[in-house]
């Protein structure tokens, strides 16, 4: 287990950002992460995903601890960060769409925006993004339709970018 | 016959989930059903696009310095795994002693350990009441302030240290990590939060601050050739790194 968490890192730091909203709390939510993982590895089972465990692990995390401090200290759930986005490609307008797409998704309610990362940009199967969240499979498809209709207007942007090129 | 499809029938069409046959009639329908079309294009998103568009954030991932993260999270679980081990120890040790009649100091483990887990730990089990019947006194700060200098061989005068904007100077005491002069310069934020500045008399490697959270708690540490230094409290990285920066400004002027 321990041999494949680094390389799990740069993923699921981008979860905890996607679900804290903050890339300082997204830090601390990682390096909780680990010291839960490596101090429960006996727990995890040869043969299954690493991701899938160690993503429910940093929810879990998020949801009873890390959240709820920040409810308690009164700083709440953080509204969405605007990332300084690097350039993911050689056109300005490809960055700008992603930086809008990024904060669009961001901006979804806490449900939506969980299982739309974790179905959509993380590739997850619905069964295994309702396991990891734990919640059955049509709440997740449910989630997705209503993340869907809030989405949709993306399609325009999206074609504008394509009429551009 | 024309079926009645949820949104959620067709998500899992629009997601390549719909089992072959299912899709084939949905494809059907929609070429004879303005609504059932209208209905699809409005749940119709790029979901390449949206995995797309956070490929960038874990390029920014990679400059957070994860792989510290994870050695920190070692240490950590390392650390709280010695502390059951001593317990076990110091229980089996206990009974071995009723037993033989010798003592237990020799027993007990003294391994080598990252010196900011375990003053983390420490800190952590601090909470505002720990510190809020402590008034600040000169003289009491000042006889507080030659011990703990004397300690790790720094010039440490309290006046340095009252002042710094948004830091209520508490106490400083003298403690000690595995036979290193250690001490711990207590603070509190304006809301009763408790902040300690940390000094180990044990040579580093000159670097720093750089920012962690350690055990749950904001962090900055940094080292000289001849001390190593932390900064740790609260949950707001960047006021605990401006925190750090000032200290380190204000030891180098000092020493």
Known sequence: MAEGLPALLPRLWRFAYSLSGSADIADDLLQETCVRALDKAAQFKTGTRLDSWTFTICRSLWLNDIRARKVRTGAGVLPVEMLDLPDPAPSTEMNIFAGQVVEHVMALPEAQRETVFLVYVEGFSYREASQILGIPIGTVMSRLATARQRLAHLNDATTRKAKQK | ?255
Not at chain 2, 90 to 102: C, T, W
Not at chain 2, 124 to 144: C, F, G, H, Q, W
């Open chain 2, 1 to 255: 016959m024309k079926l009645t499809y949820s949104d959620e029938d067709l998500t899992a069409f629009l997601d390549g989930k719909t089992a072959p046959e299912n899709a084939a009639k949905i494809s059907s329908d929609v070429a004879t059903d303005t609504e059932l079309a209208r209905r699809i294009e409005g749940l119709a998103v790029d979901t390449g696009a949206l995995k797309t568009a956070f490929d960038p954030v874990l390029g920014i991932a990679k400059t957070r310095n994860l792989e510290h993260m994870l050695e920190c999270a070692n240490s950590s679980v390392n650390a709280n795994s010695r502390f059951q081990s001593n317990r076990l120890l110091l229980g089996a040790s206990l009974a071995a002693a009723v037993i033989i009649g010798v003592g237990i100091g020799s027993v007990l483990l003294s391994p080598k350990s990252d010196w900011r887990m375990e003053v983390a730990h420490y800190q952590a089990l601090y909470v505002p009441d720990t510190l809020a019947a402590i008034t600040p006194d000169a003289e009491r700060l000042k006889a507080e302030f030659s011990s703990a200098g004397k300690t790790v061989g720094l010039p440490l005068d309290p006046q340095d240290f009252s002042d710094i904007d948004g830091f209520q100077l508490r106490r400083a005491q003298v403690l000690g990590f595995e036979g290193a002069p250690l001490i711990q310069i207590a603070f509190t934020l304006n809301d009763g939060s408790p902040v300690a500045f940390c000094i180990l008399a044990q040579s580093g490697k000159p670097s720093g601050p750089e920012t962690n959270f350690l055990v749950g708690l904001a962090a900055a540490s940094w080292s000289t050739d001849t001390h190593r230094f932390l900064a740790i409290g609260g949950d707001d990285a960047g006021q605990v790194l401006a925190f750090a920066k000032e200290l380190q400004r204000r030891i180098a002027d000092e020493s």
